[in-house]
């Protein structure tokens, strides 16, 4: 939910926010709303960047904004208004990806994608390549390819490498070695799951571990 930018004009402003929550904190909060953990559902097989222009965006900014202030000053109740601020982060951010994985799997055009995506969860630690994918569903691979953009936002090979990530940051945070998470994850060795490990979130998988500690440690 965590990406990677490619920037095509650097004349053109860019912005992005990353929101790191506890597991004990995360786990409050799907107590309050179950519906609040619609990120988890593997069923929606989603893209978990957001991007977002108008109200919502603006909306999103002013919120981060806040809560960037309200641990920077430390006021009166401060971590109780950053709880609160966490929870209208991840309701719009919720009723975005809702509405969005709504729409894709509602289209039929979009079928082959949302089988593409079934697959992909279904059979992470395989052969992922776009050849191997068009020949599973006889369809040309430079299709595949376009109708991925076009749907997801994200060429096919972005999503794929984000999702074993995402699976297999996981597993760190759950306690998995490294030299064992790559494994469970898709990657071939584990020099590829650290450079891409590196080059997505800015920093190594060990030091995720430190982070996510740090984070435990607020709440």
Not at 3 to 15: A, G, K, L, M, R
Request: aromatic share 16%; net charge positive; charged share 25%.
């Amino acid at each position: 939910m965590f990406h990677n930018p490619i920037i095509h004009n650097f004349d053109v402003p860019y912005e992005r926010y990353v929101l790191w929550i506890s597991v004990f904190a995360i786990n409050k909060i799907f107590e309050l709303d179950e519906d609040a953990d619609i990120f988890k559902d593997e069923s929606f097989n989603k893209s978990f960047l957001l991007r977002s222009k108008g109200y919502i965006a603006s909306t999103l900014q002013g919120a981060f904004k806040s809560l960037f202030d309200s641990y920077e000053e430390k006021k009166y109740c401060y971590k109780s208004e950053g709880y609160s601020i966490i929870i209208q982060i991840l309701t719009m951010y919720n009723r975005e990806l809702y509405n969005r994985t709504k729409n894709i799997m509602s289209g039929s055009k979009d079928t082959l994608i949302s089988s593409i995506l079934h697959y992909i969860n279904a059979h992470i630690t395989e052969d992922l390549s776009l050849d191997n994918i068009a020949s599973i569903f006889f369809i040309n691979k430079y299709t595949i390819s376009h109708k991925f953009k076009d749907v997801m936002n994200i060429s096919y090979y972005q999503y794929v490498i984000q999702k074993r990530l995402s699976i297999g940051k996981q597993h760190l945070l759950e306690g998995m070695p490294a030299n064992r998470v790559y494994k469970v994850c898709g990657f071939s060795d584990y020099a590829c799951f650290y450079r891409a490990f590196k080059k997505e979130y800015g920093f190594s998988p060990s030091k995720l571990k430190q982070i996510h500690k740090e984070c435990m440690n607020i709440y």
